[in-house]
């Protein structure tokens, strides 16, 4: 069982960097595959990056490719998207999610916890 809570969102403007994190709980965190996601109002959820239990392979969305940065510190039970050259269309509630399979990738179905998510707003 794995419980994760995100913190780091809020308002940035165009251009601007935010970090996201995300602590669990669970001694098998380390197993774990881990992904972000996010939904925009009116939208639904959404692919972001994910991350190998190892840290050592990673997958990115075309949309984010080349501006976020997904990590993890299995010693510390966290990962983060590092979020840099934001643009208002990367407005919307990111979640951290958890696969005990270890699968990292970009099926919403295959993530078995979810965190409550945290909101980014991007200004123009």
């Known amino acids: 069982q794995v419980q994760l809570v995100e913190s780091g969102g809020g308002l940035v403007q165009a251009g601007g960097s935010l970090r996201l994190s995300c602590a669990a709980s669970?001694?098998?965190?380390?197993?774990?595959?881990m992904g972000w996601f996010r939904q925009a109002p009116g939208k639904e959820r959404e692919f972001v990056a994910a991350i190998s239990w190892g840290g050592d392979s990673t997958y990115y969305a075309d949309s984010v490719k080349g501006r976020f940065t997904i990590s993890r510190d299995n010693t510390k039970k966290m990962a983060y998207l590092q979020m840099n050259s934001l643009k208002p269309e990367d407005t919307a509630i990111y979640y951290c999610?958890?696969?005990?399979?270890?699968?990292?990738?970009?099926?919403?179905?295959?993530?078995?916890?979810w965190g409550q998510g945290t909101q980014v707003t991007v200004s123009s």
């Open positions: 669970g001694r098998t965190f380390s197993s774990y595959g």
């Open positions: 999610a958890a696969s005990s399979t270890g699968y990292f990738g970009s099926a919403l179905y295959e993530y078995g916890y």
